[in-house]
């Protein structure tokens, strides 16, 4: 059974930093591509970035270029988001969300539960 | 980027009516690349149909897609109490943009 486990969300002040853990279990990691999808409250699902099989294929949307860094370590079955310069705008719940595949295109077909991230002073 | 519009922002029925749901793409999607996830309150999405008209495992076959091109559609045949739910679209062949989902709520 595939699981996934978020972990690191807190609540923090804009312009902090943050680091998102997703743990992987139950398919070979190193298969398949992930991603980061968020809801901000009361909102519908936002795409942030995803990765493929390794760090030399990542994607990001607009609004998180230049501050969020997407890696993946395949030895720890461990996804990460590195968010830098945080916003107010940025608060959501944070989702890890497995590829269907290892390269484009992929549908999530697992996801994790989720991780609140909560910026405000 | 490919922009996806669902409609109606919400639908009201009653358990065993058949529902409806749009999801049209502001440019013609390539492979079918259309998928359907479901939301209920406090959980995770979940997967219904990708390929735009495959179902995931382990979903019933009330639920279906069907759709090309710009304008795709899922259906649930028979709506039972576990189907009030959100309902999100995505286009992931390019942008892997979400639809803004649409709220199928007891009438």
């Known amino acids: 059974e595939v699981q996934l486990l978020e972990s690191g969300g807190v609540l923090i002040q804009p312009g902090g930093s943050l680091r998102l853990s997703c743990a992987a279990s139950?398919?070979?990691?190193?298969?398949?591509?992930m991603s980061w999808v968020r809801q901000a409250p009361g909102k519908g699902l936002d795409w942030v970035s995803g990765?493929?099989?390794?760090?030399?294929?990542?994607y990001y949307t607009d609004s998180v270029k230049g501050r969020f860094t997407i890696s993946r370590d395949n030895s720890k079955n461990t996804l990460y988001l590195q968010m830098n310069s945080l916003r107010v705008e940025d608060t959501a719940v944070y989702y890890c969300?497995?590829?269907?595949?290892?390269?484009?295109?992929?549908?999530?077909?697992?996801w994790g539960q989720g991780t609140l991230v909560t910026v405000s002073s | 980027e490919i922009v996806v519009t669902q409609s109606p922002g919400t639908l009201s029925l009653s358990p065993g009516e058949r529902a409806t749901l749009s999801c049209r793409a502001s440019?013609?999607?390539?492979?079918?690349?259309l998928a359907w996830y479901q939301q209920k309150p406090g959980q995770a999405p979940r997967l219904l149909i990708y390929?735009?008209?495959s179902r995931a495992t382990g979903i019933p076959d009330r639920f279906s897609g069907s759709g090309s091109g710009t304008d795709f559609t899922l259906t649930i045949s028979r709506l039972e109490p576990e189907d009030f739910a959100v309902y999100y679209c995505?286009?992931?062949?390019?942008?892997?943009?979400f639809g803004q989902g649409t709220k199928v709520e007891i009438k």
């Open positions: 990765v493929g099989t390794s760090d030399a294929f990542t």
């Open positions: 139950g398919f070979t990691f190193t298969n398949y591509a």
């Open positions: 440019q013609g999607i390539t492979s079918s690349s």
């Open positions: 969300a497995k590829g269907s595949s290892g390269g484009r295109p992929y549908y999530f077909d697992s």
């Open positions: 995505q286009e992931y062949g390019s942008s892997r943009t």
């Open positions: 390929g735009a008209s």
